[in-house]
């Protein structure tokens, strides 16, 4: 099964100006105001190929974007995936070995396992554990509409409903059943906790000029809640709708077969055939909506999320 290439209007570009940053670890920037306000870290490229964060994280520290209030720290993560594209393969520098975004786990970062994302992982874990506020920008391997990823904590739907845009959320209960992201690190993966706000925001297609404008638009707007930047103009707010995530599906064999042609947000109704798996049938457990379908299928990826209306 293998999916068309789609156009690649966004691309990558250079990042040896802001290997250095300021902090002793390579690719962080941090800015203190030198006033009283929270720690916000915008964290780009925790996979190699979605450039909307690049463009964000560039976008800030080009144009001198500094913290009226507390402190500003912009990452630039999985930049060995990053530096791996090639044009041909373009969806292939998601990852060197593990999804950096799953191995944010006590277990993962003081095991003894060994790889790219695992030693950046460890390298970053002091950045992100220092952060009050996350946003970890994201893109999608299908053309759909953007929309929040957080835990089902108050304090995240409270900021990413205020924000207003995306509109579309996917709240996750019980976490992504598949390993812990950069949002669930340490105390933000707790419910009972001072821990601030931890959102991922999926952006629009990898590839798309759009996308990297929506993570600009996102960042900005992310910033100015929480008072390190001016106030926005108010944009038009579209009506919200929000998901909750029931089912994480991991592929398990090479025959993994959609049951129809998905990209995201179709409905299957309660016991509809979603996907075969070798000989396994995976059905809806309820009526419900599909949610990032993987684009080509690969043993022990993720294959897609199951998640109900709220």
Known sequence: MTAQTPALELLPRDLAAYRQGNTGIPYVHRFASGKSGPHVLVNALTHGNEFCGMVAATHLLDQGIRPLTGTLTVSFANVAAYESFEEQRPFESRQLVHNLNR???????????????????????????????????????????????????????????????????????????????VIQHGRHGIADSDAGVALVAECGQHFRHATGQVAVDVTLDFLAHFGLIAARPAAPTPRQRRYELIQTYVVATPEFRFARPVIGFETFA?????????????????????????????VGREGFYLARVI
């Open 103 to 181: 191995v944010w786990s006590a277990e993962q970062l003081e095991g003894d396992g060994d790889s790219p994302e695992l030693r950046r992982a460890r390298e970053l874990r002091p950045v992100v554990a220092a952060a009050d506020h996350i946003l970890d920008l994201h893109s999608t391997s299908q053309d759909v509409e953007p929309f929040w990823v957080y835990p089902a904590f108050a304090r995240n739907a409270e900021v990413a409903l205020a924000i207003g845009r995306p509109a579309v959320h996917l709240v996750m209960p019980n976490g992504l059943g598949s390993g812990t992201p």
């Open 270 to 298: 309660k016991d509809e055939l979603v996907a075969t798996d070798g000989g396994l049938e995976i059905r809806a457990a309820e009526d419900c909506a599909i949610l990032m379908p993987t684009r080509e299928p690969i």
